[in-house]
């Protein structure tokens, strides 16, 4: 079952949500959390979940925080087509895949730098100031910038596992 929440969409498995609510109707103190799933080392891939692991994310605006899995690439291509295609990607049955936020691609620029060109990658925040343009980071330098989005950059899946 997929489930949407701010923007952001996690895949889970029917048995765990049967798990939860069981849990939450017995009164359980604590939320249902990642018991029973190993966690793989930061730039390892994690199998069953679709990419390589990245690490933990603080969740935004006061959601809970969440692993951040890398997928595929895709090659240079405009801010449109980036996010059209991210959102079409499939990885062992996961189809829950978007272009990162620019806090994402900082840790993924901190954390698994090797997983990426010495390029330029669209995010998927575009400029508040100016709908024309959106974000991206280079991973030769650190950097990040808007640029206009018929530009074209290299662009890198990631999907989100909520931490409860």
């Not at 049955?93 to 330029?120: I, M, S, Y």
Request: with cysteine.
């Amino acid at each position: 079952m997929n489930i949407t929440r701010n923007g952001v969409t996690i895949q889970v498995a029917d048995a765990d949500i049967i798990t939860i609510v069981f849990q939450h109707l017995a009164g359980s103190a604590a939320p249902a959390d990642l018991r029973g799933i190993s966690v793989p080392r930061i730039g390892q891939p994690w199998p069953g979940q679709g990419g390589i692991y990245a690490g933990i994310m603080r969740g935004r605006d006061g959601e809970p925080d969440y692993h951040l899995i890398v997928g595929q690439s895709i090659d240079e291509t405009t801010w449109e087509k980036a996010k059209n295609t991210v959102a079409s990607m499939e990885s062992e049955g996961h189809r829950d895949f978007t272009l990162p936020f620019r806090a994402e691609q900082a840790l993924q620029f901190a954390n698994v730098p090797e997983l990426f060109e010495k390029e330029w990658y669209w995010s998927r925040e575009q400029r508040a100031e100016n709908g024309d343009c959106a974000w991206g980071q280079s991973f030769g330098y650190g950097l990040q910038g808007c640029c206009r989005k018929s530009n074209e950059f290299r662009a890198r899946a990631v999907r989100r596992l909520i931490i409860q």
